[in-house]
């Protein structure tokens, strides 16, 4: 298993800090999230971007994710939503980076409206993210938290370059079970992102374990996926991604003091 944590931890910290964060406390990879104020966007240049990729390869860190904030399945013409989302895969093709994250954002629609908006998009983007060698990841979110939803979508897609997210803290939001997300996102799960919280109405972020989510019920299913699966993520080389939303609550503890600590217990849940 290799370990990753979300820049949502540590909101503003410059590349170079968050890379050393990282090499330091034995994470293998960042889910580097991609907005106007953090360091890292569709909006760097040629460059910025270069320099970027250089400092992860210096650190020996890898980064997984670009996380962005597509809302693939929300109402609304396709075209800007299809041009956003190219910007995101061209940003993670330019820094070495294997995956986009994007949301659901179905918001109010039909659930039936909103799967097909999320499907048109996402076939229509996959062949671009084929050709720059990155993976498009829809997560369970908002309109469409549990496994079986993103799924669903996912599915209808049929093209490797499109694959699922498991937010663990959605689908246990959702009702679903561990067993049955882990399921139904197994044909294309791209990793699963960790979490902690107090409770359904307090999700201010916990350190790992001493929550109400199911962690290890969710680790614990990394290793069952059928070995014919067309995509195969368990094993030694499945990622596991930690997002501590600091950004949301700025009053949460730091998440630099608890990395070692969270490291030990992935590590723990997994054996």
């Known amino acids: 298993m290799k370990l990753a944590f979300s820049t949502l931890g540590v909101p503003g910290m410059p590349v170079a800090d968050v ?5 330091g406390h034995g994470y293998q990879g960042v889910e580097l999230r991609a907005h106007p104020e953090e360091p890292v966007h ?10 970027v990729a250089e400092e992860f390869g210096k650190g020996g860190v890898e980064i997984l994710t670009v996380a962005g904030y597509v809302r693939a399945a ?3 013409a396709d075209a800007p939503v299809l041009a956003e989302l190219a910007g995101l895969v061209d940003l993670a093709h330019d820094l070495g980076a294997r995956n986009v994250r994007v949301f659901p954002g179905g918001g109010g629609l039909p659930s039936a409206e909103a ?3 999320a499907a048109r998009r996402l076939a229509a983007a996959a062949p671009h993210a084929a ?9 369970t979110h908002d309109s469409h938290r549990a496994g079986v939803d ?4 996912v599915g209808a897609v049929g093209h490797g370059s499109v694959g699922a997210l498991w937010d663990v803290m959605h689908t246990w939001l959702a009702g679903e079970d561990p067993a049955a997300s882990h399921a ?7 990793y699963v992102q960790v979490k902690d919280i107090a409770s359904a109405e307090d999700t201010t972020p916990l350190p790992l374990g001493t929550g109400v989510l199911p962690l290890t019920a969710c680790l614990a299913t990394l290793d069952t996926v059928a070995p014919d699966s067309p995509v195969a993520p368990d094993g030694p080389d499945a990622w596991v991604c930690w997002e501590y939303e600091k950004r949301w609550h700025p009053h949460a503890a730091e998440l630099p003091d608890l990395l070692a600590a969270g490291r030990e217990y992935l590590l723990r ?3």
């Open 184 to 190: 139904v996102l197994a044909p294309h799960l791209g």
């Open 42 to 51: 569709p909006g760097l240049s040629k460059a910025e971007r270069d320099a």
């Open 150 to 153: 993103v799924a669903r979508v």
């Open 74 to 76: 929300a109402e609304g």
């Open 131 to 139: 050709d720059r060698g990155v993976r498009v990841l829809l997560e």
């Open 19 to 23: 890379v050393r964060l990282a090499a």
């Open 115 to 117: 799967d097909a908006n």
């Open 269 to 271: 849940a997994v054996r």
